[in-house]
């Protein structure tokens, strides 16, 4: 219990730090120095130091928004396994649980984002909903598949499953599940090809135009809760790769901890080497992620 | 009629006397009629005649047979609007409303661009006085499943000021206002009586990023104007220096359109080597912008052997980067899916709305006043005129390409032949009543200055055209029925002036 209790601590302090990682790997891709590793960190301190400005026009579901959404992440992370070892809860169909607490976050987020009123908020609000259509059903499915491969149904239960690791045998179900979940992990966090967290026009972004209007402490929330976000779909990621290995727990925790920063590289790789797609072709990258997990649910169910 | 037409060349000073004035059906008339033939307005601008009339002027180009031309009329309060007939004078003829509070009757959508002080000292209380921007109606459509978005004038990046007023059904684009003004600095105004001291430093900031389009401009009007032969050496390196402009602008705009798409790697470098371009200026002149190096008569500072040595191998490194960061552009199928077929203009509308430099040269337009209109150098070394018939930020991306290359091969071969000689000749008294019209191909595209001197051979009246001026409505309608979120690649790909059209 209490090294559950650690491990719970431990991601809490060290997801903030993937996305030093993925900036400095577009950093080094451009040419440049980039900024500090603990970027996020600082930058996040610094907010919680700030008071907060909340516009006239907005009601108690915009101070709501990032509250919920930072307490439906930290819940989701309850229920996430860390390095093969079993989370802090963990139940049976705990990964509705998990969608849904998700899926939760999403909601406050969309209204506190429409409370203020503006346009490009409402703009923003009507994308990343249009987006969650396709990503939502493709994190479900791929799930399932994962649920029918192990026969378990709580996340823990699922990453802890030695049929997991039999590669051999299910080998294309895992590829294709591992590239659904990889769209997904890439739409959820805001990344490129679907969105683009460094870009300053407010007509192009999804995620950061919706939370344009908050600021001080609400903002260090929506930061935070990015990074854990973060933490949550690249632990399916890494999860599912790693689940090769068997070796002790301190090993395991280390290769673990590795994996999740390898993953921020290959996000910042992602990033330094392809464009945005056009907004309306969005949804067809989706697609791709939706198709891949349909087509591994009917490989199980044979 | 065709005998009262007035050819004049890029720069020659004519009697002002010399334009012939019309009356306004005639005027009317001849400009509809030109037009058709195949004219292009320049400029069209309300001027103060000695006995207190107003006296619309209008200036036609005639792109393929190189010349220019000038007529005028007079009029009162108001004016049956041309713009119906002839798209292109639309900003123009708002602008004399505003200027002189001659209304143009039946003008389509009369508002003020800027905020200013009227010209006209004679008229107390003019149509345009309390339109400020942002108070003044915009174009709107109705309908519950339309919603209006407004950007600006404060933006998210470092840019100037400009109010963008969007009619958006979901993400497309119905219509699109753009509302200008916030930089206004009554630069025009400050000119007349002038030049003086300060005149070459309004010009060198009436469009920060051209200035030296706009100083060389304001030299080859006050040279023409005061028949002063600029000597060789000064006439190669002032287009080095132009040429050197357009480098750093083009260079640095394909950066910020891959930033738009949020394509790395070309966006990092592309960012760097601008800076490489302007560093390049000021290895010249001392200043990146190129500040102080024109004055009327010549340029202020030469080249000696070694550093026009340094300056081609800088030059060379730096194209052969950019030839990298650029090339991987072309490369890569994502960004060729934002730009290709984004922000498409016909060539039709392109001629219609009057548009210059490369948004036009992006539609196929065969127009650059560095070959059409050539003044000083450029008159025995020729650019070839680039172009592409696409008309969509693609196309506007890779006439930009095309023209840097060009442009290092012209700055290289001018600096390899270099002609001796001075640098700086004496300019004599500008002479009196005349009427010049100066183009240069800045690195945005036309830009026209207009000089008209008095009595005693002191600027009367100075009118500026920059590129921008023309093309921000293309901006505008090339944005209909696009994606709202391919707004910032558009208005990039056009790379518009928000001050120089201010003034």
């Known amino acids: ?302 | 009629m065709p005998g009262r037409i007035l050819k004049m060349h890029n720069c020659q000073a004519r009697l002002l006397a010399d334009i012939p004035e019309m009356s306004f059906t005639e005027f009317r008339d001849m400009s509809i009629n030109q037009i058709q033939k195949g004219a292009r307005v320049v400029s069209f601008f309300g001027c103060l005649d000695e006995n207190k009339s107003i006296r619309l002027m209008m200036i036609l180009a005639y792109d393929k047979q190189g010349y220019l031309t000038a007529f005028s009329t007079i009029v009162k309060d108001a004016y049956d609007s041309l713009t119906l007939q002839i798209p292109q004078v639309n900003r123009f003829e708002r602008e004399i409303f505003e200027q002189w509070g001659v209304c143009p009757k039946g003008h389509p959508w009369l508002k003020p661009i800027r905020p200013q002080q009227t010209l006209n000292n004679n008229l107390d209380n003019f149509p345009g006085k309390e339109n400020i921007p942002l108070v003044s109606d915009f174009f709107k459509i109705k309908g519950e499943e339309i919603h209006e978005v407004a950007v600006g004038p404060v933006h998210a990046g470092i840019i100037e000021p400009g109010h963008f007023r969007f009619q958006c059904h979901g993400e497309e684009v119905f219509h699109l206002e753009i509302s200008l003004g916030y930089q206004h600095r009554g630069i025009e105004k400050a000119l007349i009586n002038g030049p003086d001291k300060r005149t070459i430093h309004y010009m060198e900031t009436a469009a920060g990023d051209t200035t030296i389009g706009h100083a060389l401009a304001y030299c080859q009007a006050i040279e023409g104007l005061a028949d002063c032969a600029v000597p060789l050496r000064a006439s190669a390196l002032r287009a080095v220096m132009l040429e050197l402009e357009r480098l750093a602008n083009h260079t640095g705009d394909l950066g910020a359109l891959a930033n738009d798409v949020g394509y790395l790697p070309t966006a990092a470098y592309c960012g760097r080597l601008r800076g490489d371009f302007l560093n390049l200026t000021a290895f010249i002149c001392g200043n990146r912008f190129g500040r102080n190096m024109l004055r009327p008569g010549g340029v202020r500072f030469d080249l000696t052997d070694s550093m026009i040595n340094e300056a081609k191998q800088r030059l060379i490194k730096t194209f052969e980067d950019v030839s990298n960061a650029v090339s991987l552009l072309w490369d890569s199928s994502l960004v060729a899916d934002r730009f290709d077929d984004t922000g498409s203009l016909s060539q039709k509308t392109a001629l219609d709305l009057g548009l210059v430099g490369i948004s036009a040269r992006a539609c196929g337009i065969e127009q650059d006043i560095r070959f059409d209109f050539p003044t000083g150098i450029f008159k025995f070394s020729q650019i070839p005129i680039s172009t592409h018939s696409s008309g969509d930020v693609f196309a506007r991306a890779f006439v930009r390409w095309l023209e840097i290359q060009r442009s290092v091969k012209f700055i290289l071969d001018q600096l390899n032949k270099l002609p001796e000689g001075e640098i700086m000749a004496a300019v004599p008294l500008l002479k009196p009543k005349n009427i010049a019209v100066s183009l240069v191909e800045g690195w945005r595209g036309e830009i026209c200055h207009v000089v008209i001197t008095d009595i005693n051979g002191n600027i009367r009246q100075y009118k500026i055209v920059d590129p921008s001026f023309h093309n921000w409505l293309g901006l505008a309608i090339a944005l209909r029925g696009e994606e709202i979120s391919d707004f910032p690649i558009c208005n990039k790909s056009f790379s518009l002036s928000y001050c120089g059209h201010d003034l």
């Not at chain 1, 999403?106 to 609000?125: I, Q």
């Not at chain 1, 080497?273 to 989706?286: E, S």
Request: proline content about 3%.
């Open chain 1, 1 to 302: 219990m209490y090294l559950k209790i650690a491990q719970f601590i431990l991601i809490l302090i060290l997801s903030p730090f993937l996305f030093g990682v993925i900036n400095r790997t577009k950093a080094f891709f451009a040419g440049r120095k980039g900024s500090p590793l603990l970027q996020l960190y600082y930058d996040i301190f610094k907010l919680l130091r700030k008071g907060a400005v909340y516009s006239t026009t907005t009601s108690k579901f915009f101070i709501a928004g990032p509250i919920v959404s930072l307490s439906a992440v930290l819940t989701a992370l309850l229920l996430i396994p860390f390095a093969g070892q079993p989370a802090l809860i963990s139940f049976d169909g705990d990964i509705v649980l998990f969608i849904y607490l998700l899926g939760l976050a999403r909601f406050f987020t969309v209204l506190a984002a429409l409370d203020t009123g503006s346009s490009f908020e409402g703009m923003g609000a009507s994308r990343e909903v249009q987006f969650a259509m396709f990503v939502e059903p493709a994190l479900f499915l791929s799930l399932a598949v994962l649920t029918r491969i192990t026969g378990q149904s709580s996340l823990s239960g699922i990453f802890s499953n030695a049929r997991m690791s039999s590669w051999v045998t299910y080998d294309p179900l895992i590829i294709l599940v591992l590239g659904a979940l990889f769209i997904v992990f890439l739409a959820e966090n805001s990344r490129i090809p679907v969105d683009d967290p460094n870009t300053h026009l407010e007509l192009t972004m999804i995620h950061e135009v919706m939370v344009l209007d908050h600021g001080g402490v609400d903002f260090a929330y929506i930061m935070y809760s990015a990074g854990i976000k973060f933490w949550l779909f690249g632990t399916l990621l890494v999860g599912i790769f790693l689940k090769g290995y068997s070796c002790g727990q301190v090993t395991a925790s280390v290769v673990f901890i590795l994996g999740m920063i390898l993953l921020a590289v290959i996000v910042g790789i992602v990033e330094s080497t392809l464009a945005r797609l056009r907004l309306l072709k969005v949804p067809h990258f989706l697609i791709v992620a939706l198709a891949l997990a349909i087509v591994a649910l009917i490989i199980s169910m044979r």
